[in-house]
């Protein structure tokens, strides 16, 4: 039980230095997207049944601060997810390179599906103008994120 | 008689050294002001030595009282540290109050020449993620606001209100691809509709190449669609394009607002969406 609420206090402590102090201190593109990581994280590393539950709520989460489509990041973290934890099995997870790497290829997934599903489903005519320049820098500075946490264990993997 | 003189030597000395004592003594007197050659010849004697005693003398009172002050001067260079920090702290807080002050009195300004209630909002978070432009404002639906009330600033628009909590807000700004602005050109009073760009920019749609546009024109909000009032500007038109197809023009537009900065905001709370 106090697992899950250290998980929680670490999600909302990214969630709130997304919104607050990040945004003060560091230009568009180079916000690292600390969601995104632990998105990676649950799917290369927590093959639990409620894993997906809580990439979908941190899809959720990122909708709340974020843009005014509840579901966009949602849907496409779940999809992230979804793809990690049936890969999980055949990658060496515990390299760290691998997770950098593969958080710098869901980066630019998530924004690639985002874009399609925006461009689909909404009226935000030339979105891709303002996500494709930031995309590589974004997957740049999440990779260098990942790069730094990569030997950090959450508390529930600890348990176990 | 030498007898007698060896008799009283001793007293005759002691006279004559007495007498030669008064006499030197007396004969000074007129000419106290004035050194006398033993006077001078002393003087000159003990000149060089007075002075080095001096010196050395000076050379270890101030040795001394240097090692006494240094003893007090690090504490005292704890406590200056301190008070200028202090005093630094102090004055960053002066020019913060001092910049703060210039923004209420801009927004104050604005509240009385805008003819329709509004309600002071402060930004407490912006959006996280770097493709949307959103901020997170500290007034939600206990305070009256509502999805759709537009959002001034001393400068201009900044857009409007959307996803409204009891405690916050969310301000869906006119640089975000999903805002659209009806608008009319202050000078050439051409229609058309700004919509958000992304990267601080918006760009006027819709407006037929006929109209008469120029770089540097004024921007106003148009008041149709009934959001918002109409005559707030909105930005300054940056960039003018007639392409040889099509029926539109291509212009971009600077916002009035600088929405890299905001800090302190006005909703209208008067236009409503039912």
């Given at each position: 039980m106090i697992a899950y609420l250290k998980i929680t206090g670490v999600v909302l402590a990214a969630c709130l230095l997304q919104m607050t102090l990040l945004p003060r201190y560091l230009l568009d593109p180079f916000q690292p997207n600390l969601l995104i990581v632990l998105v990676v994280y649950l799917g290369l590393k927590m093959p639990h049944r409620l894993a997906g539950v809580a990439a979908f709520g941190l899809g959720l989460l990122q909708d709340s601060f974020s843009g005014i489509y509840l579901g966009l990041h949602a849907f496409s973290y779940l999809c992230i997810y979804t793809l990690l934890s049936g890969l999980a099995d055949r990658l060496y997870t515990d390299n760290r390179a691998l997770f950098v790497l593969v958080v710098f290829l869901a980066t630019v997934f998530s924004a690639l599906l985002n874009l399609l599903m925006l461009a689909i489903f909404s009226v935000s005519k030339g979105v891709y103008a303002s996500l494709l320049p930031a995309l590589i820098p974004q997957a740049l500075v999440n990779a260098l994120v990942a790069s730094l946490f990569s030997g950090v264990r959450l508390p529930v993997e600890e348990a176990r | 008689m030498r007898n007698l003189l060896i008799r009283y030597k001793r007293f005759l000395m002691t006279a004559v050294f007495l007498l030669a004592a008064f006499l030197t003594y007396a004969l000074n007197l007129r000419n106290k002001e004035n050194a006398n050659p033993l006077e001078r010849a002393m003087m000159t004697v003990t000149k060089p030595l007075a002075g080095s005693t001096a010196a050395v003398s000076g050379t270890a009172g101030d040795i001394w009282s240097n090692y006494i002050d240094l003893l007090e001067v690090r504490q005292e260079n704890i406590e200056l540290r301190k008070s200028v920090k202090l005093l630094n702290e102090r004055m960053v807080a002066n020019n913060e109050a001092i910049v703060a002050n210039a923004r209420l009195k801009a927004l104050l300004e604005l509240k009385g020449a805008v003819a329709i209630p509004s309600i002071a909002v402060s930004v407490i978070g912006e959006d996280s993620s770097a493709w949307f432009?959103?901020?997170?404002?500290?007034?939600?639906?206990?305070?009256?606001?509502?999805?759709?009330?537009?959002?001034?600033?001393?400068?201009?628009?900044?857009?409007?209100?959307?996803?409204?909590?009891?405690?916050?807000?969310?301000?869906?700004?006119?640089?975000?691809?999903?805002?659209?602005?009806?608008?009319?050109?202050?000078?050439?009073?051409?229609?058309?509709?700004?919509?958000?760009?992304?990267?601080?920019?918006?760009?006027?749609?819709?407006?037929?190449?006929?109209?008469?546009?120029?770089v540097g024109d004024t921007v106003i909000s148009s008041g149709i669609g009934g959001v918002f009032p109409k005559g707030l500007p909105i930005g300054e038109v940056t960039m003018v394009k007639k392409g040889e197809y099509g029926v539109f023009q291509t212009i971009e537009v600077r916002p009035a607002v600088n929405i890299g900065k905001l800090e302190e905001m006005l909703v209208l709370v008067r236009q409503s969406i039912e």
């Open positions: - | 432009k959103t901020l997170v404002v500290d007034r939600g639906s206990s305070d009256g606001m509502l999805e759709g009330m537009p959002v001034v600033a001393a400068g201009g628009v900044v857009g409007r209100l959307v996803k409204v909590a009891p405690h916050s807000s969310r301000v869906l700004l006119l640089t975000d691809h999903a805002s659209a602005i009806a608008a009319v050109v202050q000078r050439s009073r051409a229609r058309g509709v700004v919509r958000g760009a992304g990267g601080g920019r918006c760009s006027l749609e819709f407006t037929v190449k006929d109209e008469d546009v120029k």
